[in-house]
């Protein structure tokens, strides 16, 4: 046989690739976006860090050494020490812990409400989805720092209350676009066939139109963390969030009110604040990335 054929066989029968699945597709997107990418490692590392913070930590967060107040960092503290002579970084490793948790409890609330709120809306429509969306519109009118506040002073703050309060008063964005999704889903195909055969509403509503609808809500709950971690630091710095000795992001803020530590030590705010801004401006990389993965209008 002649080289020539040869190449033409080979041309005429290639090699059969893989199929692209729903899961390389949307990684082959996710990584086309750089910054999507180093988000996600900056906070895989930055969980990690806060989870093991006890093997990680070089000295105890919560003992307070006076003789070593607001010394910059060093050697022996990596990144200085706050007032009292306690370490900077082992209270950021433990305060990532407290300021994590209660964003990611407070989206996962805000979730379950709003998801339940915009399923029940869109799918039935009607008289309920007029009643449902009128009290949306009812909490949304409300300013939240303020509501956040007079909820905070009644019921004392904490970690676990702040966590309820939070997931209280950030569900309306999520059942506004579960809403739109189902408005969207409910007139599909699959669902006039399920409905056809009898298909119990709710079946149909977390079974069949949920999985379909749960791009955008991912996406809405990446943006969301980032949202908590800065009303979390707000409100600590005001004195009305995690209270000390307990550590966390938004309370360690709270001594960059003094002029006098401004001037004498602008480490102890600086690296709270930075560390902050990080973790917010990498969950919205994050979800820059997933939106552009979950679309299906993209290549």
Not at 42 to 63: S, T, V, Y
Not at 188 to 214: D, Q, Y
Not at 251 to 261: E, F, K, P, R, W
Request: contains cysteine; glycine residues 8%; positive net charge.
């Amino acid at each position: 046989m002649s080289t020539n054929s040869t190449i033409d066989e080979i041309e005429l029968n290639p090699v059969p690739q893989k199929p692209d699945t729903l899961t390389r597709i949307f990684f082959r997107k996710f990584f086309k976006n750089k910054l999507a990418v180093i988000g996600a490692v900056i906070l895989f590392i930055i969980i990690l860090m806060a989870i093991f913070a006890p093997l990680i930590a070089p000295h105890n967060h919560e003992l307070v050494k006076m003789g070593d107040k607001l010394k910059p960092p060093s050697k022996e503290y990596w990144l200085g020490t706050d007032r009292f002579g306690r370490d900077i970084f082992s209270r950021l490793l433990f305060g990532g812990r407290i300021s994590l948790l209660v964003a990611f409890g407070s989206v996962a609330g805000a979730l379950i409400i709003g998801t339940t709120i915009g399923a029940l809306a869109g799918y039935y429509g009607g008289i309920l989805d007029a009643i449902l969306m009128r009290f949306v519109d009812i909490v949304i009118s409300i300013p939240s720092l303020f509501l956040l506040i007079t909820i905070v002073t009644i019921f004392q703050p904490g970690w676990d209350k702040l966590i309820y309060i939070f997931a209280l008063t950030s569900w309306t964005s999520t059942a506004r676009l579960v809403r739109g999704e189902f408005l969207s889903l409910r007139t599909r195909e699959f669902v006039l066939a399920s409905r056809t055969i009898g298909t119990r509403a709710t079946k149909i509503i977390f079974s069949h139109i949920l999985p379909n609808a749960m791009g955008p809500i991912i996406v809405a709950a990446t943006l969301l963390v980032g949202g908590v971690i800065l009303s979390e630091a707000a409100l600590s710095y005001l004195g009305l969030g995690i209270q000390p000795p307990t550590p966390s992001w938004g309370n360690m803020l709270q001594d960059a009110q003094s002029i006098t530590v401004l001037i004498k030590a602008p480490w102890y705010p600086t690296f709270p604040g930075v560390l902050i801004l990080i973790t917010v401006l990498c969950f919205n990389f994050v979800g820059d990335g997933l939106r552009d993965a979950l679309d299906p209008k993209g290549d």
